[in-house]
């Protein structure tokens, strides 16, 4: 598993990552959506535990090892928190699918790998 040193250190670089979480590569296309917010971690920045997180990573290893499961983080800088998230990947011209699943989950955007862009979902559509 990938440790959560280097997870606080991509998120305090760049912001966010996702990642494949057999290899620790970074996915570079596609679109990217949390589909089970159950699963999700957040908790404030200054917060943030190395064991916490470690824990949180052991208990998603089931989900993050099946197909198109990878491993999504963000930091919101409005708010100082962190958001770890098990997301499933999907190529870029199933998003007009994606999008009407990620509305239905009460998701409020999704990520486009490739443009390296965020993409808020208008509520109510």
């Known amino acids: 598993m990938i440790p959560p040193r280097r997870l606080r250190r991509l998120l ?4 966010g990552f996702t990642l494949d979480p057999r290899s620790g590569v970074h996915v570079r296309r596609g ?21 916490a997180i470690a ?10 090892h099946r197909s198109h499961r990878y491993l999504g983080g963000w930091l919101d800088h409005e708010r100082d928190q962190v958001w770890l998230d098990v997301v499933r990947v999907v190529p870029r ?8 699943l990620a509305r239905r989950h ?13 993409i808020f979902l208008a509520a109510g559509r």
């Open 31 to 51: 679109v990217s959506v949390c589909l089970d917010p159950s699963r999700t971690l957040r908790c404030d920045r200054v917060a943030w535990r190395d064991e």
């Open 55 to 64: 824990l949180w990573l052991s208990r998603q290893t089931t989900e993050l």
């Open 12 to 15: 305090d670089a760049h912001g």
């Open 106 to 118: 009460g998701q409020r955007s999704l990520y486009d790998l490739g443009a390296d862009r965020l």
């Open 93 to 100: 011209v199933a998003r007009p699918a994606v999008t009407a």
